[in-house]
């Protein structure tokens, strides 16, 4: 087997507010490999952003990475020196951020936010960024893409900005795409022209992570999920497996309380209470308050993910007790 593109080991980052520690991400693993995609899924507050802006060290200044290694192409990219991680930022590895009207700089045009990082990464010419931004822009349909190039972000609507976010990504054609809800401000129609812009990606060898709370994105699109809740993973299988056969109660409740097209007529079961406080978390599964199933047992042991089938992990000793007893 190949070794992957991109190999999270025991990631943990941690917030400090006043004399509390908040763990938005406690030992989180997974690899992938080129031409993957994988889908990090949860309820807000569960950590998905902060695992991915973790990789690329993009956190606030009272966050703190506290153990783990990120390996890309065999390099740590928690240990390399600041200088090499800016080189590699917006070239080989490509962010698209959840809010496009912060992330964009307001005092720049379009164009000039679309190009500044291929000729600063000595990509192109300055011919050949201007050709390549409008090309882009086209391919996640904007309209009138030269005349985009000259307008400033407050010019765009929400969706345009969320397009041309996107297409400042994809244009360094990135070895790594990492994707923080790349589609929410999209109608359908443009949702389904983006993920199929990214499949396209994806079948070139483009690697891509995903963050989704949109289960059906994630069906359409991804080879792999993963299920975060409190800064851990729940559960990790292969999208159809965690879909059709999910076997952690979390992602029971999430598949509840969602909805997709053509699934027909069933009511919504939201899951019960709220998710714990990142700073006093209990000592057994962060789920236990909220879980159906839960015993004390629950309350008192730590989970840790175990196999229960090829390339299916879930963080639930009923689950993995139950699989052991079928096998």
């Given at each position: 087997?190949?070794?992957?593109?991109l190999?999270?080991?025991?990631?943990?980052?941690?917030?400090?507010?006043?004399?509390?520690?908040?763990?938005?991400?406690?030992?989180?693993?997974?690899?992938?490999?080129?031409?993957?995609?994988?889908?990090?899924?949860?309820?807000?507050?569960?950590?998905?952003s902060?695992?991915?802006?973790?990789?690329?060290?993009?956190?606030?200044?009272?966050?703190?990475?506290?153990?783990?290694?990120v390996?890309?192409?065999g390099?740590d990219l928690?240990?390399?020196p600041?200088?090499?991680?800016?080189?590699?930022?917006?070239?080989?590895?490509?962010?698209?951020?959840?809010?496009?009207?912060?992330?964009?700089?307001?005092?720049?045009?379009?164009?000039?936010?679309?190009?500044?990082?291929?000729?600063?990464?000595?990509?192109?010419d300055?011919?050949g960024?201007?050709?390549?931004?409008?090309?882009?822009?086209?391919?996640?349909?904007?309209?009138?893409?030269?005349?985009?190039?000259?307008?400033?972000?407050?010019?765009?609507?929400?969706?345009m900005?969320?397009?041309?976010?996107?297409?400042?990504?994809l244009?360094?054609?990135?070895?790594l795409?990492?994707?923080?809800?790349?589609?929410?401000?999209?109608?359908?129609?443009l949702q389904?022209?983006?993920l199929?812009?990214?499949k396209?990606k994806?079948?070139?060898?483009?690697?891509i992570?995903l963050?989704?709370?949109?289960?059906?994105?994630?069906?359409?699109?991804?080879?792999?999920a993963?299920?975060?809740?409190a800064g851990?993973?729940m559960?990790?299988?292969?999208?159809?497996?965690?879909?059709?056969?999910?076997?952690?109660?979390?992602?029971?409740?999430l598949?509840?309380s969602?909805?997709?097209i053509?699934?027909?007529?069933?009511?919504?079961?939201p899951?019960?209470?709220?998710?714990?406080?990142?700073a006093?978390?209990p000592?057994?599964?962060?789920?236990?308050?909220?879980?159906?199933?839960?015993?004390?047992?629950?309350r008192?042991?730590?989970?840790?993910?175990?196999?229960?089938?090829?390339d299916?992990?879930?963080?639930?000793?009923?689950?993995?007790?139950?699989?052991?007893?079928?096998?």
């Amino acid at each position: 087997m190949t070794a992957p593109l991109l190999d999270v080991r025991d990631l943990r980052t941690e917030f400090r507010r006043n004399d509390q520690v908040v763990r938005a991400v406690d030992g989180l693993s997974y690899q992938i490999q080129p031409g993957e995609a994988i889908a990090i899924v949860g309820e807000s507050g569960s950590g998905k952003s902060v695992s991915v802006r973790s990789l690329l060290r993009l956190l606030p200044a009272h966050a703190r990475i506290t153990s783990g290694n990120v390996l890309f192409e065999g390099r740590d990219l928690l240990r390399l020196p600041e200088s090499t991680l800016r080189r590699m930022r917006g070239s080989q590895i490509a962010f698209v951020f959840q809010d496009a009207m912060t992330a964009f700089n307001p005092t720049m045009t379009i164009g000039k936010q679309l190009t500044e990082h291929l000729l600063w990464h000595h990509l192109t010419d300055q011919a050949g960024a201007r050709q390549r931004a409008i090309e882009a822009m086209g391919e996640v349909g904007l309209d009138r893409p030269e005349v985009r190039m000259r307008q400033y972000p407050f010019q765009l609507s929400g969706g345009m900005r969320q397009r041309a976010m996107i297409a400042m990504a994809l244009v360094s054609q990135p070895r790594l795409l990492i994707a923080d809800e790349p589609t929410t401000a999209l109608d359908v129609t443009l949702q389904r022209q983006i993920l199929d812009i990214l499949k396209a990606k994806k079948r070139a060898g483009m690697a891509i992570v995903l963050i989704t709370h949109d289960l059906g994105v994630a069906r359409y699109f991804c080879d792999r999920a993963i299920v975060m809740y409190a800064g851990k993973a729940m559960e990790q299988a292969p999208i159809a497996n965690l879909l059709e056969t999910p076997r952690h109660p979390y992602t029971r409740g999430l598949l509840g309380s969602s909805l997709e097209i053509g699934m027909g007529e069933r009511r919504l079961r939201p899951i019960p209470g709220n998710p714990p406080n990142l700073a006093f978390l209990p000592p057994g599964c962060p789920f236990a308050e909220r879980c159906p199933l839960a015993e004390d047992r629950c309350r008192i042991e730590p989970q840790v993910l175990s196999p229960i089938a090829q390339d299916h992990n879930v963080a639930c000793w009923k689950a993995t007790e139950g699989a052991a007893l079928h096998a």
